[in-house]
């Protein structure tokens, strides 16, 4: 146990008892004594020129950071201006800060070494993103005038959300959605995808609200610092985001490869807030001013038409005025009036006198005879015509029945089968009557026609026929007187009368008490 707890510990009664002060200037001359010279090649990083004109910058390799300084009159005599990510070699002294307790280089020259490896990594990064199309300016939407939601990816615990929230309290009140990721380091990069992609992810309507806008954000740093916004998951997922995104990644100063694929870049984390929302009170005092300007506009606008009216109307005549011409315009119209139905009324009367003489029965009655005598005439020629085809088809079908049983019996004797000959003869015969059935309805039709357009039917509807002793057709009244003895054919019969006996009939005949039906045809 002695051997790994000593029992006696060697006494610091000796040492000397110094201040933080002492402390820190014993290292400091320590450190320009063994350092006096140096000469350092690495990457400038972040360069500052302060408005004394001395410069600030960070001289760095991939595993570590010097802080260095140049005076203003050495920046001066510079023949190159330094800009971060350039690879130099500087000369000067190795010291320190005791009010931060940092080393630092005081470099009195610095010379150019070619491009630091991460900025051409960089600017070879930024050419193969271009080239696929993912900086375009055509891909790049608008962003809304009024977001009801922003999504913010950036450090939840830093400096930044709570300038951005600040912000966007002063300016216009909104719901903030904050997705919390690291901005610096390895797993910064994962982290900011995530964000972007989750945003995207959420659904309209669903119980997290869906962003109309994201601001990708983080303070200012060195290159190394803000190396994550420069990967290719970052720019991939930027590019690819459905909503309109702003960057405000840095300072002013800093550029990083999401500013080119964003739809927006902003200076500064504060000033992406800015972008974002309007100022809600020059909104309510624009839209008040307009307001006024409205009211102010249309107050004067109908002062101006009431005092147009005003004149116009007393330009304009009294009412009673115009309607005296117009009413003295319809008393003459109404006197007028009825002197013209009048005169109206005779001409149609007039006209009619002249269309009436040929409206009278006489004349209709004239008509009607000689449509009667016509379809005497087309009943006759139809009934002889009938008869004639009757006969002819008579004389055709018994000609071909002889035929027909001559070849039968021709068959009956060539092939001295009864059955089969029985069998045609059968076909036949019910052929021949089949066709006998079709004649004899055809000549059914053709009689029951004929009997509708006979005169015969024209009795059974209540005329009758006017015949002298001679059997002459009697058409008028005077041939009828002079007759002396009269035969009128009715449909069941004939009756013989004396024209001794019989009254004159008035002029106009009457019509018939049956509906469709009329006197006498002759």
Do not use: C
């Amino acid at each position: 146990m002695s051997d790994f707890f000593p029992s006696e510990r060697p006494s610091s009664a000796n040492l000397p008892e110094l201040s933080v002060s002492e402390l820190a200037g014993s290292i400091k001359r320590t450190i320009e004594t063994t350092y006096d010279r140096v000469r350092v090649r690495g990457e400038l990083g972040r360069v500052t020129i302060a408005k004394s004109g001395h410069m600030y910058a960070d001289l760095k390799d991939d595993k570590a950071v010097i802080n260095t300084i140049m005076w203003k009159g050495s920046v001066g005599r510079l023949p190159f201006r330094p800009e971060e990510g350039l690879e130099v070699v500087a000369e000067g002294k190795l010291s320190t800060y005791p009010g931060r307790s940092n080393y630092q280089l005081i470099a009195d020259t610095m010379n150019p070494a070619g491009a630091g490896a991460l900025m051409a990594l960089l600017e070879e990064r930024k050419k193969k993103l271009a080239a696929e199309g993912l900086f375009e300016a055509s891909r790049k939407k608008p962003l809304p005038a009024f977001p009801k939601v922003i999504g913010v990816v950036t450090s939840p615990t830093g400096a930044v959300i709570r300038d951005i929230l600040h912000r966007l309290t002063e300016r216009f009140p909104v719901h903030v959605l904050v997705w919390p990721a690291l901005v610096q380091g390895d797993r910064a990069a994962a982290q900011i995808t995530e964000g972007i992609e989750g945003f995207n992810a959420l659904q309209p309507g669903g119980p997290i609200p869906r962003p109309d806008l994201i601001i990708v954000a983080r303070g200012g740093g060195s290159i190394e610092d803000l190396w994550p916004f420069n990967e290719e998951n970052v720019v991939r997922a930027t590019a690819a985001s459905g909503i309109p995104l702003i960057s405000a990644v840095g300072h002013e100063t800093d550029t990083t490869l999401i500013d080119y694929a964003s739809d927006r870049r902003a200076p500064t984390p504060t000033g992406a807030a800015e972008i974002a929302v309007p100022v809600r009170s020059e909104l309510v005092q624009a839209v008040t001013g307009q307001g006024e300007r409205l009211m102010r506009g249309l107050t004067q606008t109908t002062r101006r038409h009431d005092r147009e009216l005003t004149a116009i109307a007393a330009r304009l005549p009294k009412p009673m005025v115009l309607l005296e011409a117009r009413q003295q315009r319809f008393d003459y119209a109404e006197s007028r009036l009825s002197k013209a139905l009048q005169t109206a009324v005779l001409k149609k009367r007039s006209a009619f006198d002249q269309v009436g003489p040929r409206l009278r029965p006489r004349a209709l009655e004239t008509g009607l005879r000689q449509l009667t005598e016509k379809l005497d005439q087309s009943g006759k020629r139809l009934s002889s015509g009938l008869l004639r085809q009757k006969s002819v088809q008579q004389s055709k079908l018994e000609t071909v029945s002889r035929r027909l049983e001559a070849r039968g019996e021709q068959l009956r004797r060539r092939v001295g089968d009864t059955s089969a000959t029985d069998q045609a003869a059968d076909r036949l015969e019910r052929a021949m009557a089949q066709r006998l059935s079709r004649m004899d309805d055809r000549l059914s039709r053709a009689g029951n026609l004929l009997e509708a357009l006979s005169y015969q039917a024209t009795l059974q509807r209540g005329f009758a026929v006017v015949k002298t002793r001679n059997g002459e057709l009697v058409r008028a009244s005077a041939p009828a007187r002079s007759a002396g003895e009269l035969t009128i054919q009715f449909a069941d019969g004939e009756v013989e009368v004396s024209t001794g006996k019989a009254r004159s009939a008035p002029s106009t005949p009457k019509p018939s008490s049956k509906k469709g039906e009329q006197g006498s045809l002759f």
